[in-house]
């Protein structure tokens, strides 16, 4: 047996190591994979293989050398999870280690060494000493920019392999060995060796700490290296399997940033880029500034302050869009977005002298603009060009005070009280509903920015906090000239700013608060009344609809019982009343809109509105029937349509609230029991749909509702004027068993289920009722074995009646289920 095993080793190495046309790369892998098995499997041993391998191994004979070497290396790479002895790693690691000076099998030899250096030491690892041959042998032999891309990528795997498995062994070689690497590294194109490269830089940095001379005398050398590939752009051939550009360039970033050493080589390389017309390099420069500045701890920085600020003011002013947007921080343009991203952390790393930040207040183009924007009489009157200034000044204003309270007292001080003096005179002009737009831009930018400083949870402020008190003092003035623009003017994006001003004054959470509670409900009142009133305006009503939201939400999320309590009052009841009341001006559709829209702000709205809907649901239902109305029918509609598309999913995603989708089925099923004219209403097939649409939710919301919906169909079938009911009420029963979460609530319930689609598949009043009774049993069939197979008796008898039926399409669905459920016998448990 031993010696046929061993035959047929020979066999496989021979096939392996052939290098004539008569063996083809298939029969070779094959071999190669059996012996890999033969291994594997404790059928030969690893010496007897290499003992049969010997002459492959070591003959003068380049070509049938450098296959024999890779035999080994390939199998040692199979075999990384087999426990190999200490001794014969010993041994293989140097044999592969000495190979390395042997050209003509190298790549047997990379492969060979990096198959034992990636080993754990669970299954037999190499040892340092061994580490240290290996690296020792590669210093002296290989010039890797002189190899093939595959064996290059080999060197720079085990150079990484060797600073990440054995530190220790590497650390002391120092200036020999930071040498190797950049001598290896230089002038690499390939973009999967890249990849490598990069990386080895990175964690190169790492082994060697910022005082190591060995790394200091090669930084600028190593970073020159790395500049050179800034920013990563690709000139070859695409190919499956080439790495994404994005990839390398964050690979390329983390080098950059790897150690303070390369500060004083790439912020200059990358202000440079920086004012490249190409918008891609802009780009990255500004995301690697970024990056580099939270990692770098020179003065470098410090000392770019100025050539930093300029570079950023040009790029935000050449590159920001010329729409204003009352959104800021956002501006849809990378440029600007990473531009203000690198801003905001300049100032937020600023020193006690703010260096950074007084540039951007004594800049002379920010004050400039700030100083013109009184020339400006309406928002139609301001140039193209100066909308993007404008837009520009106010990004960089709101980041900048953004950035922390410091910066922000500081941009109050600096600007703010002029800002709120521009206001003041255009409100007391001819027409004060049109404030110069630049002094309003500007202003809700600033609020938006303190606004994002306090956290919902902060109940207090501290009183050297500028900013705070200056608020505090402009309030009564701001919100007055919100109110106005608002409510008087005849252009959207005043109105806009105006909605935009009042939302951030009523969202500040406690002691932050700027304006008094009756102010605040006086804001509310204000936002109800445009609600109601400018409903024409759909652009001005969804801001103002959005405002309450977002003001009712950071109530919730700070816990503020007062404002919470006012906004009850004001909001919540006096939407409630919209659908009572017999004002029919503002379309009903908005009625239920704003009310539900706002009750998912809270669950204790909701619950209000959860009442009033049913109230409504009740009456527009009763006047359709007593007088069909058809204005009644389509209020009906829209409300079971916000219940089952709106409310109920909201209350699947509430905790403890199965009561009210339970208490809304019962309430349709009790409109549908004691009203005799509903089921003659009910074939209006619209209103129909719609209310079964909302049963479906309701039972999908609770699992309690499905013995509620079985009862029902027993009893409406009984009458045959309730057959439309029934077929909907079907219906609503099979899309539930499509359902995952459905199908496990038709699980709990199987036998009523059952036992009820059963007495259905004979329903004489309307065939659909039959075939879709036939229909869910056949779904019922796929059920989980143990808890429908003791039903499979019932089921079929009531099938081999529904054969007889005179209608064939009941007849072929009786076949199809028939022989879904006498295949279950077949499945098992």
């Known amino acids: 047996m031993a010696d046929s095993i061993t035959i047929t080793c020979v066999k496989h190495i021979e ?3 052939d290098s004539s046309s008569s063996k083809s790369p298939s029969q070779q892998d094959a071999s190669l994979d059996a012996l890999a098995k033969l291994l594997m499997n404790d059928m030969i041993t690893l010496e007897l293989l290499v003992r049969e391998m010997e002459m492959y191994l070591t003959t003068t004979d380049n070509i049938t050398r ?11 790479t199979r075999i990384s999870s087999k426990t190999l002895e200490n001794n014969t790693i010993h041994s293989l690691i140097g ?23 990636r080993r754990i030491s669970g299954t037999g690892a190499i040892s340092g000493s061994d580490a240290n041959a290996v690296a020792q042998s590669f210093m002296q032999n290989i010039q890797v920019q002189s190899l093939g891309q595959h064996d290059r990528k080999l060197c720079f795997e085990i150079l990484e392999c060797l600073i990440d498995s054995y530190p220790d062994t590497v650390l002391p070689m120092e200036d020999e060995f930071v040498y190797v690497i950049c001598e290896a590294i230089d002038d690499e194109k390939d973009p999967q060796c890249l990849l490598i490269t990069f990386h080895l830089v990175e964690i190169l940095a790492k082994l060697y700490p910022e005082s190591s001379s060995s790394l200091a005398s090669y930084a600028e050398d190593l970073f020159n290296i790395l500049g050179s590939y800034f920013p990563i752009h690709f000139t070859h051939p695409k190919c499956d399997d080439d790495v994404k550009r994005e990839e390398l360039s964050r690979a390329l970033m983390l080098a950059f940033a790897s150690t303070p050493l390369f500060e004083p080589f790439s912020i200059p390389l990358l202000l440079e880029k920086l004012s490249s017309s190409l918008p891609s390099a802009k780009i990255e420069s ?16 410090q000392e770019q302050h100025e050539a930093l600020w300029s570079s950023l003011k040009d790029a935000i002013l050449t590159s920001a869009p010329s729409s204003l947007t009352l959104d800021p921080g956002y501006q849809d343009n990378k440029v600007v977005d990473e531009a203000l991203i690198l801003l905001q952390k300049l100032i937020q790393q600023d020193n006690d002298s703010f260096s950074f930040l007084k540039l951007i207040l004594k800049d002379v183009d920010i004050n400039m603009t700030l100083k013109n924007l009184s020339n400006y009489n309406s928002y139609d ?16 204003l709101y980041v900048s005070a953004a950035a922390s309270n410091a910066s922000c007292n500081a941009i109050f001080q600096s600007f703010f009280s002029e800002l709120v003096n521009g206001l003041r005179s255009m409100m007391q002009e001819k027409d004060p509903a049109r404030p110069k737009f630049g002094y309003l831009y500007i202003c809700v930018d600033l609020l938006t920015a303190c606004r994002t400083l306090v956290k919902p949870t902060e109940v207090t402020y501290d009183d050297n906090e500028t900013w705070c008190t200056m ?3 402009f309030c009564t003035l701001l919100t007055s000239t919100f109110v106005k623009t608002m409510k008087e003017s005849t252009h959207n994006i005043y109105t806009h700013s105006g909605v935009r001003g009042l939302q951030i004054l009523a969202s500040f959470p406690g002691n932050f608060f700027p304006v008094s509670k009756s102010t605040f409900e006086d804001i509310l009142v204000e936002f109800i009344s445009i609600i109601i009133i400018k409903f024409n305006n759909a652009s001005i009503w969804r801001s103002v609809l959005n405002a309450l939201v977002e003001i009712a939400s950071l109530i919730e999320k700070s816990d503020d019982f007062e404002k919470m309590a006012s906004f009850d009052v004001v909001v919540v009841e006096r939407m409630l009343a919209l659908l009572s009341s017999d004002d029919f001006s503002m379309p009903f559709s908005l009625k239920v809109e704003a009310v539900s829209t706002i009750g998912m702000t809270n669950l204790k709205y909701m619950l209000k509105i959860v009442q009033e809907l049913d109230t409504a649901i009740s009456a527009s239902l009763q006047k359709y029937w007593l007088d069909g109305n058809s204005n009644s029918a389509e209020y009906a509609m829209l409300l079971l349509e916000c219940y089952g598309y709106k409310v109920l999913p909201w209350f699947q995603n509430t905790k403890d609230t199965d009561n009210v989708p339970m208490h809304f089925a019962l309430k349709i099923w009790d409109e549908i029991e004691d009203n005799t004219l509903f089921c003659d209403s009910l074939n209006e097939k619209k209103l129909l749909e719609t209310t079964m649409n909302g049963m479906k939710h309701a039972v999908a919301s609770s699992s309690k509702l499905i013995p509620l919906m079985v009862d ?43 036992m009820c689609l059963n007495k259905l598949v004979f329903y004489q009043h309307m065939m659909l009722v039959r075939e879709t009774a036939i229909q869910c049993l056949t779904a019922m069939s796929d059920l989980p074995y143990a808890r429908v197979y003791r039903f499979r008796p019932e089921v079929l008898q009531a099938l081999s009646r529904a054969l007889d039926d005179p209608k064939r399409s009941v007849r072929q669905e009786a076949v199809r289920c028939q022989q879904a459920w006498a295949s279950i016998s077949s499945r098992s448990l």
């Open 66 to 76: 450098a296959r024999g070497i890779l035999l080994l290396a390939e199998l040692l």
């Open 15 to 17: 096939t392996y190591v």
């Open 381 to 396: 009157d301001i140039t193209v060009t100066d909308k993007q200034r404008l837009n520009a000044v106010g990004q960089i």
């Open 286 to 301: 500004l995301k690697y500034l970024s990056y580099c500045m939270d990692k770098y701890r020179g003065n470098t920085i």
């Open 95 to 117: 044999f592969f280690a000495d190979r390395l000076s042997d050209w003509r099998a190298l790549r047997g030899a990379l492969v060979g060494c990096l198959a034992l250096m």
């Open 712 to 754: 029902g169909l027993a009893i409406l079938s009984e009458d045959v004027q309730n057959r439309d009911i029934v077929y909907n009420l079907l219906l609503v029963l099979s899309g539930i068993m499509t359902d995952k979460n459905g199908q496990e609530v038709i699980v709990e319930n199987v036998y009523m289920v059952i």
């Open 471 to 473: 608020l505090h003092s």
